[in-house]
């Protein structure tokens, strides 16, 4: 089944969204491996794309599709069916360019109370580092 939600709203369905141990580094910009030579000039021209159509859907407030993310829903507490994790297979790289820009620019509207539940939400299981980077972005 093919749902299409917000970050919000995607974060509010499950106690927990985690990265999974298998799943690589976060890495935007990483190069393909027959690519030998860094081209600079087209990652960054990548990702200054990549943020005005970002930025004109929240302009002319319309929905914007960012690919699938998909993978399997977990119940870890048998006494609490109802708190569910869910654990990407696909689609990491695009949660937590999600999950920084919410963090990034509640920062910058000084709204970060109104959303830190629901980033807390998000962690990752990759690296004790990483876990860490994020609940401390949400402390702040």
């Not at 690589?24 to 690519?35: E, T, V």
């Not at 030579?37 to 004109?56: A, D, H, M, S, Y």
């Not at 998909?70 to 569910?84: A, F």
């Not at 509640?106 to 109370?113: A, N």
Request: some cysteine; overall charge neutral; charged content about 30%.
């Amino acid at each position: 089944m093919i749902d299409n939600h917000s970050l919000r709203e995607f974060l509010s369905r499950y106690t927990a969204v985690e990265i999974p141990i298998l799943q690589r580094d976060y890495a935007q910009g990483r190069l393909a491996p027959q690519k030998k030579e860094i081209n600079r000039k087209e990652i960054n021209k990548k990702g200054e794309n990549f943020i005005k159509v970002l930025f004109t859907a929240l302009r002319e407030e319309k929905g914007l599709r960012l690919d699938i993310i998909y993978g399997s829903i977990e119940t870890r507490d048998g006494d609490h069916p109802e708190e569910k994790t869910f654990i990407p297979l696909d689609g990491q790289q695009r949660l937590t360019t999600l999950w920084l820009l919410h963090w990034y620019l509640s920062q910058w509207e000084e709204r970060s109370e109104e959303i830190a539940s629901l980033l807390q939400r998000f962690t990752y299981a990759t690296r004790s580092t990483a876990r860490d980077f994020c609940q401390r972005l949400c402390s702040l």
